[in-house]
């Protein structure tokens, strides 16, 4: 139950101010922990938030989301969840959620009495906007997913295409190994970037050909199983070799996760970077060598949203006063989300 106090744990706070710097701190410190105070444990100060019933458990896990954010976008994400807009929307669908259910079970119930049941048409009504609730909550909480994890990016592709010097020039760094001998890279290399807030988890992977030993073969194993996860594949194509048909290579890649086509050495054709879209396969030529690095969210074509308007309002009103007027993602654990998908399907299937 709420305590009523109004700090942060609803317990009494007793505030003790220093002069600044790390000495005196460290002598109050010092003297109040010979009082017989200890120390708090990680996120107690949040426990006791949850069990005085000052936030609900959403809240406190954005709290840890805050502290963990990478990103501005991740760290806004988190205090909109942290002052209660995940547990609100959740809440709305939970009533909506009960009305429908107070109306179904008083007409099972009472199917003779002269009781003013919701007409066919409202009850419709109600049940597209539950539909339209799940849908919102799940968008959001798969866009928060990504501020807090960050897009998993494969680069994939056959053995010296350039997948390694595509990484490293994304990077900025020599992360990679890259020679000339087909088959360099062995294992899965993981780098994280920021891409205008986003991050983005790129994975440089084993070309996929034959083998030609075990722990090639293990490496093709493993990109296999990256690629199957990837929310896009980035997968990279020697240009100078004339691709021409890119459904070729499609059969190298799972179903259902986006592909770019990366056709790269367009130094050695000596034509200009461009970006083609046709019959659903987008290829952006470039080189990775000698190419700027210039990639943006809107190359990822990333869904979240909303990507410029916060950075607009943040310089004046802080991390999270702009909630009210981009209703935008929440940091969404995959529990949370694989309840949430498991809600809806139950609830899909029970309407049908
Ligand atoms: N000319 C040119 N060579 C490239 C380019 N990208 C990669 N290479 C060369 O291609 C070879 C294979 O590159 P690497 O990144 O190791 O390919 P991976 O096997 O796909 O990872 C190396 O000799 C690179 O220097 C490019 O854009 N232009
Ligand atoms: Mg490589």
Do not use: W
Not at 99 to 128: M, N, W, Y
Not at 158 to 166: D, E, F, I, Q, Y
Request: charged share 25%.
């Amino acid at each position: 139950m709420p305590t009523g106090r109004p700090s942060f744990t609803g317990e009494h706070v007793l505030e003790l101010q220093g002069h600044g710097g790390a000495f005196i701190v460290d002598r109050v410190l010092h003297r109040v922990l010979g009082l017989g105070v200890r120390m708090a444990r990680p996120g107690e100060f949040s426990e006791r938030a949850f069990l005085n019933g000052k936030m609900d458990l959403a809240q406190a896990e954005a709290v840890a989301d805050l502290i963990d954010a990478g990103t501005t976008a991740a760290a806004r994400a988190a205090v909109r969840s942290m002052q209660g807009e995940f547990s609100k929307r959740i809440r709305v669908l939970q009533s909506q959620l009960t009305e429908l259910r107070v109306h179904v079970e008083a007409a099972i119930d009472f199917p003779d009495e002269e009781i003013d049941f919701l007409e066919g048409s409202a009850l419709q009504d109600l049940l597209s906007r539950v539909f339209a609730g799940f849908d919102s909550i799940t968008a959001a909480a798969s866009q928060g997913a990504l501020l807090r994890e960050g897009l998993n990016v494969v680069i994939a592709g056959a053995p010296n295409a350039g997948k390694s010097t595509l990484l490293n020039r994304l990077v900025g760094d020599d992360v990679a190994i890259v020679t000339n001998l087909p088959g360099t890279t062995r294992d899965v290399l993981r780098q994280q970037v920021h891409f205008d807030g986003l991050p983005v988890n790129l994975i440089d992977t084993a070309g996929l050909r034959m083998a030609a030993d075990v722990v090639e073969e293990e490496g093709i194993r493993r990109a296999k199983s990256e690629m199957q996860r990837a929310d896009r594949v980035l997968y990279v194509l020697d240009a100078t070799l004339g691709h021409s048909n890119p459904a070729a290579d499609l059969a190298h890649l799972p179903p259902k996760v986006p592909v770019v086509f990366i056709m790269n050495k367009i130094d050695l054709l000596g034509v200009p970077p461009r970006l083609e879209s046709n019959a659903g396969f987008t290829r952006i030529y470039l080189s990775a060598q000698t190419g700027k690095r210039r990639l943006s969210r809107r190359r990822f074509r990333c869904p979240v949203g909303p990507p410029t308007a916060p950075r607009c309002a943040a310089p004046r009103q802080g991390i999270g006063r702009e909630r009210s007027r981009h209703p935008g993602p929440v940091p969404c654990h995959r529990t949370h989300r694989r309840r949430l998908k498991a809600c809806a399907a139950q609830f899909e299937r029970n309407h049908r």
